[in-house]
């Protein structure tokens, strides 16, 4: 697939033109690896939020799902009562979905009971990495997608099938899926290289 020019005319991914605001998550976030739970939990929530939508869309609102999601702080999500539902509800700043507001607050009860089970939501989402991932952006889903969604579908999780699964996977470094020529691919390479995957 083929790279176009940023706004410095290096090469970037493609889907770096749909928006401006794509380019600096493309350079320091997408397919970086990412060892902290808050920040995967979040993200997991948000790959939730978005289906159906543009990433543009919660990229755009993700300060205020921060604000609302109390930093997506997973113990205090997962005290949220019916009152915060209804309080989400009424936030014009975040996607107001009732199933996938309901679906954060469960799955932060079921991310405390993985992080029980294995440690931390790092050290079970990473038995997941991509072993031997195909051409990049050629896919939606990866069989190591597939095994991530049922895995946390039988713990209880909600709006994580294969294909959040897999975007998901790309956002936090499981896979890297930055094109051949695009300069954050050989960058996302090397904080691979450097990084100490949790649990082993």
């Known amino acids: 697939m083929e790279t176009i020019d940023g706004p410095d005319g290096r090469p970037r991914c493609r889907w770096c033109a749909g928006a401006p605001e794509f380019v600096p998550y493309h350079d320091r976030e997408w397919g970086f690896p990412v060892g902290d739970d808050t920040r995967l939990f ?108 049922k895995a946390l579908k039988k713990r209880g999780w909600r709006f994580v099938g294969p294909t959040t699964c897999f975007a998901f996977m790309q956002a936090m470094g499981l896979v890297n899926d930055h094109v051949e020529g695009c300069i954050s691919r050989s960058a996302a390479v090397e904080a691979r290289a450097r990084f100490a995957v949790p649990g082993r």
């Open 42 to 149: 979040e993200k997991i929530c948000l790959e939730g939020f978005q289906s159906g939508l543009s990433w543009r869309t919660i990229l755009n609102k993700r300060p205020a799902f921060r604000e609302a999601f109390v930093g997506f702080d997973i113990p205090a999500v997962a005290a949220f009562t019916g009152g915060d539902v209804e309080r989400l509800m009424g936030n014009a700043g975040i996607v107001r979905h009732r199933g996938k507001i309901e679906a954060a607050i469960n799955n932060a009860g079921r991310a405390l009971e993985l992080i029980e089970e294995a440690g931390s939501i790092a050290a079970f989402v990473w038995r997941y990495e991509a072993k031997a991932p195909a051409p990049p952006q050629s896919q939606t889903t990866s069989p190591e997608s597939v095994a991530l969604s």
